[in-house]
């Protein structure tokens, strides 16, 4: 055989024998995705639903709702341990409702106290290891209101210029922000309706007081609305006193109306 040819033989043998091993050893990229490698996501709202408001001396209420979705599986969602907290207010537990195959939903609710201050509070979610996993916002409106609670103010043989002081009697704001209120009386003679135009009725004066801070109410035939500067907190009851002078010779059974409204 030529020796030109077997040297060619050779070469492309070796050649073979040196590219097999190289292709069978190149390495393939794993491309697949792991579903477990997934983090669960969370959805939670706030809802303070109509009529549920709070108002001036009743409380409302705030709902939550939570749901959480893991595509491994609805099994692997904890059932217990979420909670919703807001305004420093002790977590309340939102408990399992219902589910699909990759989501549990979680429903609760916390009392809204009507003393609540306007304004907007956010709710934190959390996990049953504490840890927060979303957060929501409702909103509480103003609003303004009280309860009075005072004997009748009424005075039998009243003599010249005798005073009648009435039994102390509250007020109590029970809307969610300070408030300052105005006064209106009335007074009348034994007998008669009272009329601001009438001369025959008689007038009487009345002071009103926080103990400690007063203010002196005369002009009543006008039926006037006499602010009364006092700052009420909100949610806590304050005492009032009340006074009446009748007029000098005018004996027999008095009754005046006392209004109370809160100043705008």
């Not at 039998?156 to 408030?179: C, E, R």
């Not at 907190?233 to 007029?247: K, L």
């Amino acid at each position: 055989m030529n020796t030109k040819i077997i040297a060619i033989l050779m070469a492309g043998i070796v050649a073979m024998a040196v590219g097999v091993p190289m292709a069978i050893g190149a390495e393939t990229v794993d491309t697949s995705a792991n579903v477990g490698d997934v983090a669960p996501t969370y959805s939670c709202t706030a809802t303070i639903a109509t009529g549920n408001e709070p108002g001036p001396d009743w409380n409302g209420q705030v709902d939550f709702v939570l749901v959480v979705t893991d595509l491994n599986g609805a099994d692997e969602i904890s059932d217990t341990g979420w909670t919703a907290e807001w305004d420093g207010r002790p977590a309340v537990s939102i408990a399992y409702d219902s589910e699909t195959t990759t989501t549990k939903t979680f429903k609760g609710s916390d009392t809204i106290p009507y003393c609540t201050a306007e304004d907007t509070y956010t709710v934190s979610f959390q996990e049953p290891l504490d840890v927060e996993v979303c957060t929501d916002d409702f909103v509480v409106g103003s609003y303004t209101g009280f309860t009075l609670n005072f004997n009748v103010i009424d005075y039998d043989g009243v003599a010249v210029n005798v005073k009648k002081v009435v039994t102390p009697g509250s007020l109590h704001n029970v809307g969610n922000d300070n408030m300052k209120i105005k006064i209106h009386a009335t007074a009348m003679t034994p007998g008669d309706t009272y009329n601001s135009t009438d001369p025959d009725n008689v007038d009487m004066n009345l002071d009103a007081r926080v103990p400690g801070i007063g203010v002196d109410l005369k002009a009543l035939p006008a039926c006037q609305w006499v602010p009364f500067d006092h700052e009420f907190v909100c949610c806590t009851p304050d005492t009032i006193d009340f006074s009446i002078t009748a007029p000098e010779g005018t004996e027999g059974l008095y009754k005046g109306l006392i209004e109370i409204a809160a100043q705008p």
